[in-house]
């Protein structure tokens, strides 16, 4: 590509060539503004009508808006410009020209409902605010991915296609994998702990996860990102610690790196990293601090689930991020470990944000015979997961390990209302394409 300097680089004094989109055409009669918008913000192109070339002119307060242009002229300085600099072009090439109607508005004046947005997301994704929630999107996992490796893991990718789910029947996809009944996998757990139970020992993994989610929700998606943790010889509060080290560096990134997002997100102000230790409370306690405020219409009682309604009051409550320790062992899966002193208590934890689940994770089952028995618990045929339980017969450490929704971070930390705004094109009970 010919050579093109970024508009937040064209500087007084330097003759450039900027490339972008046409954002807006402000004709005021002798003298007319085009702003031209890149990646990098945004410049004002300026036409002095009566001094100017008429080809020139008329090529630029032609063009529809969003159209694609190259110009290429003398940066001055501007103090009533947005930037502070404007160019006199001496050419504009139209590069690719827009349609005059847009399916939406990417100047943002007109508003769209999330639909809209979606089914249009290279316009959607022009709007700065849009474009500021994906680069801190970006911006989280690397500081997720360094904070792993300081925390010694590896970076692992398993399968996406499998042959068995771990996390209830009824999320399931089956697809068709060479006239076999297959799955696409709800959750690496079982291939991050095989992986633990080698001398890798302290593994993560980035990668989507696929649930056939029930009803459509603002905080569930069919396919989304997981952040999977999983090390050897941990036990559910070493496997705390790691999560809330994950959760704390993703806030510190966005805070030291991202201020020019946040402010496109009218967030610098309300921004915050959790200060001080996630608290932990049990079970037993959160049902009890639940019941207390009175919010819920009948009262919880041990080996409950907690509702939505009961997430949101205790999150109140609390007011920050807190871990749920202890759960009952008959609502957490088989693969988590019931605690040394009491089989019907859990190492399960889940890490909330005070606006929903965050987090699951716990201690796992390592003694081969526990597993099997567990198997068989919860109604599962244990042959059908010989590929994993057989190397827990050949020296399988006691592991423990999480699963962290990445939207759900993304989406709690920029306050989104709906996880559909913290990924590019979303799968849900409607969605399929784009
Ligand atoms: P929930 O009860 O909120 O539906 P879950 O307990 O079924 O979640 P887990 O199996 O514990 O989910 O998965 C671990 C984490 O993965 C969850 O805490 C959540 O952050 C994320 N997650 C799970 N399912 C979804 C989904 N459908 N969409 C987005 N994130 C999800
Ligand atoms: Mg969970």
């Not at 020296?395 to 559909?420: K, Q, S, V, Y």
């Amino acid at each position: 590509m010919q050579d093109r300097t970024y508009t937040e680089d064209a500087e007084p004094g330097d003759e450039v060539t900027v490339a972008g989109w046409v954002h807006e055409i402000r004709d005021l009669g002798g003298i007319a503004f085009l702003i031209l918008r890149d990646t990098t913000g945004k410049i004002q192109i300026k036409f002095e009508k009566d001094e100017m070339d008429d080809d020139l002119v008329e090529t630029g307060l032609d063009v529809a808006r969003e159209s694609v242009i190259r110009v290429t002229g003398d940066v001055e300085e501007e103090p009533r410009a947005p930037t502070g600099v404007e160019v006199t072009p001496e050419s504009l090439e139209v590069v690719s020209e827009a349609d005059p109607e847009l399916p939406l508005d990417p100047s943002g004046k007109v508003d769209a409902d999330l639909s809209t947005r979606l089914d249009n997301r290279t316009l959607d994704l022009r709007k700065e605010e849009v474009q500021a929630v994906f680069e801190i999107r970006a911006e989280i996992l690397r500081a997720v991915r360094e904070q792993f490796r300081e925390f010694r893991c590896t970076e692992i990718n398993t399968p996406k296609i499998v042959a068995t789910g771990t996390e209830g029947g009824t999320e399931l996809f089956p697809i068709t994998y060479f006239g076999e009944e297959a799955f696409m996998n709800q959750s690496p757990q079982l291939f991050k702990q095989l992986i633990a139970g080698s001398n890798v020992e302290r593994v993560f993994e980035i990668g989507p996860i696929f649930r056939a989610e029930e009803h459509n929700t603002p905080r569930h998606l069919n396919e989304a990102t997981s952040i999977d943790f999983e090390g050897a010889f941990c036990d559910a509060h070493d496997a705390m610690d790691v999560a809330e080290g994950i959760v704390k560096a993703a806030y510190e990134a966005v805070n030291e790196n991202c201020s020019e997002e946040l402010e496109a997100l009218d967030l610098e102000e309300e921004f915050e990293v959790p200060e001080g230790d996630f608290l932990r409370i049990s079970y037993e306690e959160a049902i009890e601090r639940i019941n207390a405020t009175g919010e819920l219409d009948e009262q919880l009682v041990w080996g409950d689930d907690l509702p939505t309604e009961a997430e949101k009051a205790l999150g109140q409550d609390v007011g920050g991020h807190y871990f749920i320790t202890e759960w009952p062992s008959e609502i957490k899966p088989f693969y988590i470990k019931d605690t040394e002193d009491d089989e019907t208590l859990s190492t399960g934890f889940d890490l909330m944000h005070p606006r929903m689940e965050l987090v699951s994770g716990g201690q796992r089952e390592h003694r081969h015979e526990h597993l099997i028995e567990g198997f068989e618990q919860q109604g599962l045929d244990p042959d059908q997961f010989e590929y994993y339980t057989k190397m827990f017969k050949y020296g399988m450490p006691p592991h423990a390990g999480f699963g962290l929704g990445g939207e759900r971070l993304i989406m709690t930390l920029l306050g989104l209302d709906n996880i559909r705004e913290a990924v590019l094109f979303p799968r849900d009970r409607q969605r399929l394409s784009p």
